[in-house]
């Protein structure tokens, strides 16, 4: 890159390539972030992306091809009395409600997007610009260095994720359960809608995480197949399992000047993981995320021509726009948690009994599945 970059992206996940890409088709030359990084694991992380991100990654010719992208055409979401609400893509008139796509195949469709765009610079530190953006996901050093406060509530769980195959066809429903002690249970449909694959999101408390961890091959089978009910028939672990444990964050502050800077003003912003993050049971983390790389994009964009990338005034556009949203999926995700944490008194009948009153209610239940997609009309 014969110039200097505009902007420097810190994190080269999905966050922030999605990022670069954006602000290059826009013609803001770019600085991305790619440290050297050691032999990695088996990567199992599977993602429910929306239709509004879906948009956003075929715009950038980085969405995965139909193998490594499954439509959800229906999802099945249980109480743990009786109580059930059922989402379909046909009822929303949508080709589907959500798309579960394969980490390492996103990933990959990203990093060739980039390797192929001009505008990008891919550099192994940091470089002055008058905005850097930083995209290093919840455990960000820079935001820390930045000296900006992240709010974090832990829950007493842990998530467990693995790949299984399920002896019936999975036929692109997504299912999910919740039990009376707050634990959540999500069986993803994968590798095409005719597929057995399901990818695993297991939601547990967190003294119990180990113990399943622990279990050998047929012994952790059976327990996913009971926590599931059998529904679709026995089920056999076919990649390692991954664990972490859970909790909700917010940054304070998702812009300011960069401290010491030297010449002309630079500017920083969080983005992703950095600024926020949520309980996986509705599966909106990632969505948040690309949410808000496309709002910066845009902020970037319409800008007046005489302000710069790094105008403190673009940038609280920015974090004005995305921390409601972000705001109003965190209290939700968390709201759901708390209720299916208790199981004292009638909180389990109430909670049942309201599953299957807003299963009745189509209107609320498609302005819900249309915030969920990201359709907000």
Known sequence: MALSPEVCIRGAGIVGRTLALLLARERVRVALVVPPVAA???DIRAYALNTASRALLESLR??????HATPVREMLVNGDEGGRVQFSAVRQKVDALAWIVDVPALEQQLADAVRFQP????????VAAPLTVVCEGKA??????????????RYPQHAIAARLEAAQSHDGVA?????????????LPMGGVQSHS????????????PALLAQSADEFNAAVSEASHGVLGPLQLTSERAAWPLSRAIADRWTGAMPQAKGASQTWALAGDAAHTVHPLAGQGLNLGLADAAMLADVIKQREYWRSV?????????ERARRADVLQMSLAT???????????GPLPVLRNWGMRGFDRTRLLKHWIANQAMGLKA
């Open 310 to 318: 790094g105008d403190p005034r673009l940038l609280r556009r920015y």
């Open 334 to 344: 968390d709201g759901l948690q708390q209720l299916f944490s208790h199981s004292m």
């Open 140 to 153: 960000s050093a820079t935001r820390d260095a930045l000296g900006v406060s992240y709010a974090v509530t």
């Open 198 to 209: 399901v990818a695993l999101v297991w939601s547990v408390d967190q003294l119990r995480a």
């Open 62 to 67: 980085a969405w995965p091809d139909a193998a």
């Open 175 to 187: 299912h999910q359960w919740f039990n009376d002690h707050g634990e959540v249970l999500a069986l």
């Open 119 to 126: 505008q990008v610079e891919v550099v192994s530190e940091p």
């Open 40 to 42: 990695a694991k088996e």
